[in-house]
């Protein structure tokens, strides 16, 4: 059974551009939509008003404060982390086509981040310890909860770490699913071979 709030974050969040938002408001920081602008700089203006708008609709960004700003109001905004999450019981209400575009759209926001990265006067992928490796794995089930658990464990770690000085935001992006299909059944004669 659908809830209406789960499908709103799910049309909310599978999108490249808000996902984008979402990650630069990780870390407990507040930030006013020309904030956000100058960090999307490849991001249209109006395009991350609307979004930031849609956010703070939705109640996943909430106001932190206000202020004058010549004659207009200008608002913080903080990021309600606990609505922006996609956990295990929601993402068993998706459908097929759900996760296509959640992929996708985490992909997009993805590549816009790493170009973003790249456009910077002093990337230094190097130095910065940057990596996009790839590696197929052979597991069995129960090889594949144990490295969930490790990779779990270690993020799970770090996760709650604030923003300090000697501290910047890194982006992990965790992909992982099967290459090929298991068989599923046995024929009877494929039974008889292996006797």
């Known amino acids: 059974m659908w809830d209406r709030t789960q499908v709103d974050t799910l049309d909310l969040l599978l999108h490249p551009v808000r996902l984008r938002i ?7 920081r507040t930030r006013t939509t020309s904030e956000l602008c ?17 956010l703070a ?8 404060g206000e202020q ?12 309600r982390r606990e609505r922006t ?3 295990r019981d929601m993402a068993a209400t998706m459908s097929l086509e759900d996760h296509r575009n959640g992929f996708a759209a985490a ?33 069995n089930q129960d090889e594949l909860a ?8 270690a993020i799970v770690s770090k996760r709650g770490n604030e923003p300090t000085a000697d501290r910047s935001p890194h982006l992990l992006s965790a992909i992982l699913f099967p290459t090929e299909e298991l068989p599923q059944h046995r024929t009877d004669e494929q039974a008889d071979h292996s006797q």
């Open 68 to 79: 004058r700003v010549h004659g207009a109001v200008e608002r913080r905004y903080r990021l």
């Open 146 to 153: 144990e490295l969930i658990s490790e990779i779990t464990s």
């Open 85 to 87: 999450v996609i956990d």
């Open 107 to 139: 992909m997009a926001a993805l590549h816009a981040e790493f170009n973003a990265y790249l456009d910077r006067e002093y990337a230094d992928p190097i130095a910065d310890s940057v990596g996009y490796r790839q590696f197929p794995l052979w597991l």
């Open 38 to 54: 100058t960090h999307l700089p490849d991001v249209p203006r109006t395009t991350v008003y609307r979004h930031v708008g849609l």
């Open 22 to 28: 979402v990650h630069a408001m990780s870390g407990g």
């Open 57 to 64: 609709e939705a109640g996943l960004l909430e106001v932190a």
